[in-house]
């Protein structure tokens, strides 16, 4: 196989006829593969090829050849078409690693048309030539940048961009003509930057330059008042607690009464859940009014305040040391199990482990959770994350944290914490429609996170039934299956003890190499 | 990092781009009208335009002025639910893609990540922390940064063919490789690259300090030489300038290193073309040439041939006329082949002119100030 060329995984003649016309019209070469399996036997090229590819002709391969494919091609440029229409299934797709996906609404001529500047482009040899110069912004602030292209007196643009936003600055001769970031422009855009510790940033001096006069302070002014700036916006954030905490809007009806001096559109905003690290970089405010705003709704508790997962468990056990109502068990492993748990969630000398439990129904998960309760307790809901507390030993607690599948779990756990240990997906066999989003959470989490895992299957009588429930999920990496059954200390147990990370296999190629 | 121009009327649209997808590599910009962004498109290069708007009559009237101003970069049309015909008829003017709202917000993140991977280029994902060119930062720029930092790395410098090395550890140079150089001496060559690439690392590896003096004194060694080449140069015939060896000189007087470039002013050679070719230290070859002009060893053009028709009338001569003519000639000086050119040095009047013209962002309207300071006067 060669990159000059498309290929075409397609069973369907007049499928292929169609393909042909436009193919031939704009002089591109293609291969057709009537099966999952000829693609597979023929991949032996270390470049990337372009591969389309019908859901349908998918569809006739078996589930593990389908992943193996999607593995195998994981770095080439793969199309899928005639998808079903529902966003789910498509999502699984660009989790497996497609490069775009349609579904079934678009037809071939327009899957074509929509292509046809990409293939062109990606067949061309690509330029590797440094246009411009790049660096981190952990290693160069911008305020040293400013002072360092200021002295050199060229014209240029300087790029920034950090986790959350992107934006620049245009140098006439030395000085700040101009500058943009999100909606916001001239000397706020600077300040604002000015604010990033963290990110990277490219420049490249220009020949020409705008005269846009956006900015009317010399560079030395500038980096005054930013110093003033930060200093205020320090003051602010600390007022705010934690970086890493979600913040969102609570008692929405009241505030508009309030008459606060805060854009509507800023509260529309905050009604979602964001870590203040990405509000920071909102469309409304800068972020060095952003923190005076954010202070102001926190004074006037209208501001939901979600730590991040180690201030909650803290939280929960002083809670409980209280009031005795975390959810707590005993389950005493023995030595060989104790070493068998460490083994198996990487934990070395650790004495707590933080595994999150998920499920896409309402509140399985918490009812797991409280089935570890020694008593029959209502546990107070202040967030929609529950704690349990497993003693697998006397050197090791772990922590069940368990949450409902949703986009919002997804961010709070990409922003929450760094130190999770697992996952354990709970899934109810018998809500066969909650599958595919289950599939796209699980997928969005395991990329997240390269952690031991386990998918738990409930309501299931015979392995053959749970063998059903896998089928008709496309994971981006191999998953434990297990049945389960809540209720019992010993499925629990066991539960725990099937939490792996299992070594996916080597791709083939590298062994192809070798044996060359 | 990529460069994508948003061209809508609704603000709304622009943010939901920054908001949701604001960790790409992607630098979004927002424009009202198309007829703004042209000296954008120049100085910028995005890779693509996203037209957004739910009015297909908008987004016609954007590519008929696409067309018009026969703009470059690619367009891609952002729009509601369109039927086949009108969907057609964007195809047919050339859009990329068109891409139907509502989409996932997930979905949407892969297909941007998918439009921007045509656009990335192996060097991008390469594992340096600062990489570019000389001309957006200079060698004193870098070495400033490794030092702010106060970290340990490497810094390679590339110059044409040329490579080297600086190493540092905790912000400072411990060592500096270039060739079979010293390591300052190393410096002082890699000082003078104002051209090529850099590819910095910062790092935590014990390195063994070689250079014994501190940054300051290393930058400041590195300053003098470069004043000491430009000091050179002006008293140096023009770049351009042919230069000439005396065609009577005796090259066995010489070593074989001198006799390599001496032979290379035979036929005429330049100090550009020297510059370009010559890759070790510089100053000590320049200071040599301006030894070997003022012995007269070395030429220009004018006096290099008034040397060779002297020779050459010499030769006609007989043994005896070139006696008489040594002996009875007017003056010695008049036999002299001419001075060679040496540019004069300017005056401290015309370096601050030469300097006030090259920043013209300097304030130098001297009547509108003296203007200004009538009326003050008049004022008080």
């Known amino acids: 196989m060669s990159s000059k060329n498309i290929y075409i995984l397609d069973d369907t003649d007049s499928n292929i006829e169609i393909f042909d016309t436009y193919l031939l019209s704009d002089g591109i070469d293609r291969t057709v593969f009537k099966s999952v399996d000829e693609v597979l036997s023929n991949r032996d090229a270390d470049d ?38 529902n966003a789910n299934r498509r999502l699984a797709f660009y989790d497996l690693g497609s490069w775009r996906v349609f579904d079934e609404q678009y037809s071939l001529e327009e899957i074509y048309y929509s292509q046809r500047w990409f293939f062109k482009n990606l067949m061309q040899e690509t330029i590797s030539e440094p246009i411009y110069s790049k660096g981190r912004l952990e290693d160069i602030n911008l305020k040293a940048l400013i002072r360092l292209l200021g002295k050199r007196g060229d014209s240029g643009v300087l790029k920034l961009t950090n986790r959350y936003n992107s934006g620049k600055i245009y140098f006439r001769q030395g000085f700040i003509d101009d500058a943009q970031v999100g909606p916001h422009r ?43 700036v930060a200093d205020r916006f320090e003051q602010y954030l600390s007022m705010l607690g934690d970086i890493r905490s979600v913040l969102r809007i609570k008692n929405a009806g009241d505030l508009k009464q309030a008459n606060l001096d805060i854009r509507e559109d800023f509260i529309d905003y905050l009604t979602r859940p964001h870590p203040v690290g990405e509000i920071l970089d909102n469309p409304y405010y800068p972020d060095y009014l952003t923190v005076e705003k954010l202070s102001l709704l926190k004074d006037k508790d209208f ?42 969630l990487n934990l070395d000398q650790e004495k707590s482990a933080k595994i999150f439990l ?135 147990r066991n539960l725990l003890l099937n939490i792996e990370l299992i070594e996916e296999p080597e791709p083939e190629e590298a062994e192809q190499e070798e044996e060359q | 990092m990529n460069s994508v121009f948003i061209i809508t009327t609704d603000q709304e649209y622009f943010n939901l781009f920054t908001i949701n997808y604001g960790h790409l590599p992607i630098h979004f910009t927002w424009f009202q009208k198309l007829d703004e962004i042209e000296s954008y498109i120049e100085l910028e290069r995005p890779v693509y335009l996203f037209l957004v708007s739910d009015h297909i009559e908008e987004l016609v009237e954007w590519i008929s002025q696409y067309r018009e101003r026969n703009l470059q970069p690619p367009f891609i049309c952002f729009t509601g639910r369109l039927d086949y015909t009108d969907r057609n008829m964007l195809w047919q003017s050339g859009t990329v893609d068109i891409i139907r709202f509502p989409v996932h917000r997930k979905e949407m993140e892969y297909i941007l990540q998918s439009f921007i991977d045509v656009h990335t280029t192996p060097s991008e994902q390469d594992n340096y922390h600062l990489t ?186 007989s043994k005896l006329s070139k006696i008489m003519s040594k002996l009875f000639s007017k003056s010695s000086q008049e036999l002299q082949p001419p001075a060679i050119h040496f540019k004069k040095d300017l005056s401290e009047e015309e370096t601050i002119v030469q300097e006030m013209q090259m920043k013209p962002y300097l304030f130098r309207n001297v009547p509108l100030l003296q203007h200004y300071i009538q009326d003050l006067e008049a004022e008080q």
């Not at chain 1, 600077?190 to 302070?217: A, C, S």
């Not at chain 2, 001309?135 to 340990?152: P, V």
């Not at chain 2, 935590?204 to 030489?225: G, P």
């Open chain 1, 303 to 344: 501001l939901y305040i979600s730590e991040p997962i180690d201030n909650i468990i803290r939280q929960k056990k002083e809670e409980s040391f209280y009031q005795n109502i975390l959810p707590s068990i005993q389950l005493n492993f023995s030595k060989k199990e104790t070493k068998q748990l460490r083994e198996q």
């Open chain 2, 132 to 317: 570019g060119r000389l001309d957006d930062f200079s060698f004193l720029d870098l070495i400033q940064t490794f030092e702010k930092s106060g970290k340990g790395g490497l810094l390679a410098l590339q110059n044409g063919a040329q490579q080297g090395q600086i190493e540092f550890l905790g912000g400072k140079i411990v060592n500096a490789r270039y060739q079979e150089f010293a390591p300052m001496e190393a410096m002082k060559i890699m000082s003078m690259w104002k051209r090529g690439q850099f590819h910095g690392k910062f790092d935590t590896e014990k390195r063994e300090d070689k250079i014994s003096v501190d940054n300051a004194r290393i930058v400041k060694e590195c300053l003098q030489y470069q004043k000491e080449f430009k000091e050179l140069l002006r008293k140096l015939p023009d770049g351009d300038q042919k230069i000439y060896t005396e065609p009577e000189l005796e090259y066995e007087e010489f070593g074989p290193k001198d006799r390599k470039w001496l032979h290379k002013f035979r036929k005429g050679y330049s100090l550009e073309e020297f510059l370009a070719e010559y890759s070790g230290d510089v100053n000590s070859m320049l200071r040599k040439f301006l030894f070997w002009i003022e012995q007269r060893w070395l030429l220009d053009r004018e006096a290099h041939r008034f040397r060779k028709a002297q020779i050459q009338a010499e030769e006609r001569r």
């Open chain 1, 358 to 492: 998920l499920s896409p129904d309402e509140k399985s998960e918490v009812q797991l959770i409280m089935s570890l309760s020694p008593r029959e307790a209502n546990l107070p809901s202040a967030s929609d994350i529950e704690v349990a507390e497993i003693q697998a030993d006397d050197k090791l607690t772990m922590y069940l944290i368990g949450m409902k599948m949703s986009q919002v779990a997804i961010e709070t756990i990409e922003n929450m914490s760094k130190s999770i240990t697992a996952f354990i997906f709970l899934i109810d066999s018998r809500q066969t429609a909650l599958f595919e989003y289950s599939n796209y959470v699980i997928n969005q989490l395991l990329k997240l996170k390269e952690v031991p895992s386990v998918v738990a299957v409930t309501h299931t009588e015979n392995d053959q039934e749970l063998a059903q429930v896998e089928d008709q999920f496309y994971p981006v990496r191999t998953l434990k299956w297990l049945r389960f059954k809540p209720g019992s200390e010993e499925q629990i």
């Open chain 1, 186 to 228: 001239g000397l706020t855009a600077v300040l604002h930057m000015l604010l990033w510790t963290r990110g990277t940033f490219t420049f490249t001096i220009t020949r020409q330059h705008l005269n846009q006069n956006q900015v009317h302070l010399s560079n030395p002014g500038i980096l005054l008042i930013g110093k003033q």
């Open chain 1, 48 to 85: 990337h090829l372009i591969l389309l590819i019908n859901y349908l002709t998918l569809l006739k391969a078996s589930r593990e050849e389908v992943i193996r494919l999607f593995h195998k091609l994981k770095n080439d440029y793969l199309i899928v078409y005639q998808v079903p229409s």
